[in-house]
């Protein structure tokens, strides 16, 4: 019912920053808490931060706190998550994700709908 796309993803320096942009399509977007998560090679996806249906309220890793900042835009249909200081350990596949709830929702079985990703790589 949600299409996602994700862009914004590319090769940067520890320290960098990166904004990632979510386009969605679907009626129901407005209603959807957005997220975005994260998978590195070798390990499971793992929450970075979430927007209630308004963006009214945000939730986030703690790994991310102070650096990472997720919005929405449900005039243009679109989530962001704005990435400063990063590091290493940021670098994986980024992904949007639309979740059936309106509010809180911070595990990836909470998401329905999800992106194809895209890379984020922190190197020196």
């Known amino acids: 019912q949600v299409q996602l796309v994700e862009s914004g993803g590319g090769l940067v320096q520890p320290g960098d920053s990166l904004r990632l942009s979510c386009a969605a399509s679907?009626?129901?977007?407005?209603?959807?808490?957005m997220g975005w998560f994260r998978q590195a090679p070798g390990k499971e996806r793992e929450f970075v931060a979430a927007?209630?249906?308004?963006?009214?309220?945000?939730y986030y890793a703690d790994f991310v706190k102070g650096r990472f900042t997720i919005s929405r835009d449900n005039a243009k249909n679109t989530v962001s998550l704005q990435m400063n200081s990063l590091k290493p350990e940021d670098t994986a596949v980024y992904y949007c994700?639309?979740?059936?709830?309106?509010?809180?929702?911070?595990?990836?079985?909470?998401?329905?709908?999800w992106g194809q990703g895209t890379q984020v790589t922190v190197s020196s």
């Open positions: 994700a639309a979740a059936p709830s309106a509010g809180r929702a911070v595990e990836v079985y909470e998401y329905n709908y």
């Open positions: 679907g009626r129901t977007f407005a209603r959807n808490a």
């Open positions: 927007i209630n249906w308004s963006g009214g309220y945000t």
